[in-house]
């Protein structure tokens, strides 16, 4: 019978290590699905190495002026906050508007 060849499996802060990436930014890789593929074995979510190379790969470039191809998405903005949310206080200072926090003056 054949071996099969071992994997091998980085959980996230050694990604994060490995990729000069830190294991928040990570996260949001993996929420917006801009990052690498990844795995969930039991709870925890680890990748592959080969997936590494592979997804660092798709930000090669030879010149700034080389046209991007785009591989990952860009991820969603966050909403901008309405004129409403905010309000300039007698100091110049802004402060926003929360329901459960009020402004101090």
Do not use: I
């Not at 592959?48 to 470039?61: K, Q, R, S």
């Not at 906050?81 to 009020?102: F, I, V, W, Y």
């Amino acid at each position: 019978m054949g071996q099969f060849p071992m994997k091998r499996f980085l959980r996230t802060p050694g990604t994060g290590r490995y990729l000069g990436l830190s294991g928040r930014t990570l996260e949001k890789h993996r929420n917006y699905g801009t990052g690498p593929v990844y795995r969930k074995l039991g709870g925890s979510v680890v990748y592959d190495m080969e997936d590494l190379v592979e997804w660092a790969d798709h930000g090669l470039h030879r010149s700034t002026r080389e046209a991007h191809p785009g591989p990952h998405p860009a991820a969603p903005r966050p909403k901008a906050r309405l004129a409403s949310d905010t309000e300039r206080l007698e100091d110049g200072r802004m402060c926003r508007n929360r329901p459960s926090q009020p402004c101090y003056r």
